[in-house]
């Protein structure tokens, strides 16, 4: 037995070694990823809408790595993506090996001071973001009429019930805000697990409205919804948007950021605006080599504008993507993590649930 | 008077229901809602489930309960087997519950990979007594399954051992 | 419609299809067999080759077909060895592994293999005839109605009391409390995690369930020190035996696979409760409730038939709304739009004969799955008989790996063998564990349907016709079986 034990803690020893040494000659004269295997952490379960799509990223990516490395996806779920972060920042080795796709939150985790959270968003080494999301907030035509102005005015006789997974959820914290910035009527009604339960939800009426709808989304799963999609008895209108700018469909709809009343408003509506827009990031442990966050990031991009990977994203019906560079989303997450303090604890209010 | 183990399992099910209300205490209504909606039933029945074990304990000619409440021998799960003399019955299990935590343990402390071998090759040699080469043919197959199948087909992403983490290495 | 359903059977028979379909079927039989290897792993490593078949009909040959045979097998590992196939497939434990223990395992899988034949067949057959129906039916279910539903599970857990209702009470109560672990959807408070992110989303039903049932299995087989199979009183003949119990009990298999459907098509309550609640309908349905737990087929009819009919009901909601009911459906889903289709009212119209490719899928899949398993039968049960002390290493090995396989997560083995020495004890002093899963898997439920009810209505929806229908039958049926206990004085 300790023959056995011994080798292998040998062999496993020399492993980890082999991969503690990124920069060693040997790695700078033939490229550092060949015959390597990156993993791909991701932090939500299989069958996730990003997990979807990392999975599909990492089938097209090897081809842009010097190296062709083999690229293997895991699941690590929990928390919301925390799990994943805390062992990407504090276990997983920094050597390039390791990389994840953990679902929009790093940011403001960190900037709220989530006690679990045990890591400096803006440490990480931010590789990309495969796509921009623009949220929504969606009701029943029946409900809340053709707009914002009709909703807030009928809410005002009737008050409308907003479907959300969790009263901390970043969906629930939109309408919120909505709330905050317009004096909409609305109550929350929690507990559905994900956005297709409660789009049923809708349809079955027991909930008037939700947010956190991403809009492209709805190009490919509910085209029957929306009069501006072609539909002839649409189903649901969109109250606001949750974007940087305007989205070009979309120009008639107000953004959350313009609805703000303040500056302390605005700070916090911009938090989670580019929280939305950070949806499906990738990132790599903190103190990565600088030259293989580079290869990396080459990678990523090269990656997400190859024709077939573009030609597989459509089908899955990612239309517009709009994905972000890495140095984009670095600055992006510097930018959440550095909001005023005052708009900081705001937020952490109202994303408590409470 | 002698305290039967059942009793103490009884007693350890009325401890666990006030540690759950316990729990809640602090918590705002709509979370403690349910939690005390369970609890708090639970711990009245859980309470005459004591008292009813212990006046079984008294004394059989006092007792309320039903046979069936007594005996332990209606079926309403399976049983465990009474072929064997208790006594040894007993040290097996202990023996089995060892190795299934040192098992454990081990796998924390080494991981997965690095603890499966020896720990099949041993229980098979040294706990059953077979010989060399049966072990060493089924120790070979479990690891064959373990490394082909979930190490390299798989993937699953088995954590190193936590002695590795404390020795930095 | 008749059509459809002839082009989409001729789409599948037709090659390559039928070629990923034997292939699917292949993979999913060899997971579904070995304990600890989760159909669900393997299902997301496979979703990939979908983008490589791009034909919709033929991906989901394949990963249909697979997912559906996983099922059926994993009945086999609980039937062998005590120890779930599947996180989903535990229930047959029950009876399964006490008839294995009697030398009657060739009955048992010939009962589980058949019932889960005919019942899968029978999902496939309610999937097709509720297509016309499909999307009001989903809409009919509000969270009211589901959480009556729920309700009229948890007081199942006093039918699977049956020798002493106040441990069986209480065991259902445990699980009910253990499953209030984790984060709350209203407030966000993180109830019983013990400072961890690990318990932040409850407890995972495969790791608890898997230590619950096999390690005090582990424990009595090394107490035992013989074979699992006390006597070899059976010849492979049994199995034929097995396929007679299930038409003995034909209309037992089939309200039992009608339960598999009816669970399944309600999106959010996963795969474990189908099989539980046809258990539990098996033992309420019997006259004499106390041979259940010493190996009573009709203990291993039931989950088995559900088992794989629910298969059938989890397409409903999938397909006429893209809203998942397991995790095994969310995966699915991803094929869906990976094969570029868009679960909706199109799946229905102009996608039809997909559908009904899915449906044909099921039932051919189903039999090929039985009749490959019949092959192999006498040389899985022959394992049985192998010496219990070769068996325990790896059964321990298999345990470790199907608790981790389920989050990836080394606390799940701790979790399984936490459970599994509360197991060891529940069963030492007779306290029934299939109450407490029951309790486990239903609890959440019922407090988020709750949840959702009293946010959207009020107290209103206590007044809708169907959930005032549902608490009538409720009342009726617990009041029934208080009486029945009454006389007999099992209290």
Known sequence: ?354 | MRIRPQTVFSFLVLLFFAVVIWGAKDWPVKAQLYPWVIGIPMLVLAAFRLVTDLRSNAGKGASPVTPAESSDSTPADIQFTREVDPVIARRRTVHIFSWIFGFLLACWLLGLSVTIPPFVFLYLKVKSGEGWTLSLVLTGAVWLLYWGLFDRLLRLPFPEGQLYLWLGL | MIESATSGLLQVLSWPAFGFLLLGGAIGFVVGILPGLGGLTTLALMLPFAYTIQEPIAAFCFLLGMHAITGTTGDITSILFGIPGEGTSAATIMDGYPMTKKGQAGRALGAALTSSLVAGLEGAIILAISIPIMRPLVLFFGAPELFMLTILGITFLATLSSASLSKGVLAGGIGLAISAVGIEDHTGTLRYTMGTIYLWEGLSLAPVVVGLFAIPEIVDLAVRGSSIAESKVERISGVLEGVRDTFRHFWLTMRCGMIGVMVGAVPGVGGGVSQWMAYAHAVQSSKDKKRFGTGAVEGVLGPGAANNSKEGGNLIPTVAFGVPGTTGMAILLGAFLIVGLTPGPDMLTKHLDVTLAMVWILVISNILAAGVAFLFLSQLVKLTFVRGNLLIPFLVVFVFLGAFSANNHFADIVVACVFGVLGYFMVLFGWPRAPFVLGLVLGRLAERYLGISLGAYGTAWLLHPPVLVMIVILLGSVSYSVYKRMSTGSV
């Open chain 1, 1 to 354: 037995m300790k023959w056995t034990s011994k080798t292998l803690m040998f062999a496993a020893a020399v492993w980890m070694l082999q991969g503690s040494m990124p920069g060693s000659a040997e790695a700078q004269a033939k490229p550092y990823y060949e015959g390597k295997t990156i993993l791909v952490i991701v932090g939500s379960g299989p069958g996730a809408g990003n997990d979807i799509r990392t999975r599909l990223f990492a089938r097209h990516a090897a081809r842009h790595i010097p190296g062709k490395p083999q690229l293997v996806v895991q699941n690590r779920s929990g928390g919301g993506g925390l799990r994943a972060r805390n062992y990407l920042y504090n276990i997983a080795k920094p050597d390039g090996l390791t990389i994840a796709e953990i679902i929009r939150g790093t940011g403001l985790q960190d900037a709220i001071d989530e006690p679990a959270a045990r890591f400096k968003a803006d440490k990480f080494n931010w590789i990309g973001n495969l796509t921009t999301a623009t949220a929504t907030c969606v009701g029943r035509i029946d409900r809340v009429g053709a707009n914002l102005e009709d909703a807030i005015e009928r809410s005002r006789k009737t008050q409308l019930r907003e479907g959300e997974t969790s009263g901390n959820s970043t969906g629930a914290a939109i309408g919120k805000m909505l709330q905050r910035f317009t004096g909409i009527n609305t109550r929350l009604v929690v507990g559905y697990q994900g956005g297709a339960p409660i789009d049923l939800a809708m349809e079955k009426g027991e909930v008037d409205m939700r947010c956190g709808f991403v809009w492209s989304s709805a190009k490919t799963r509910k085209k029957h919804w929306f009069k501006r999609l072609g539909s002839e008895k649409p189903f649901a209108s969109l109250l606001i948007q949750v974007a940087t700018k305007r989205h070009p469909e979309l120009s008639d709809v107000p953004t959350l950021i313009e609805l703000a009343p303040d500056q302390e408003s605005k700070d916090v509506a911009e938090m989670l605006t580019l929280t939305y827009r950070n949806a499906y990031p990738m990132l790599a442990p903190p103190g990565t080599p600088e030259n293989i966050v580079k290869i990396l990031r080459d990678a990523f991009w090269a990656t997400v504008h190859d024709p077939q990977y573009l030609a597989d994203a459509k089908k899955i019906g990612y239309l517009d993507d709009e994905p972000l560079k890495g140095e984009d989303v670095q600055k992006l997450i510097g930018k959440i993590v550095s909001s005023p303090e005052k708009s900081r604890k705001l937020m952490a209010r109202i994303v408590s649930g409470k």
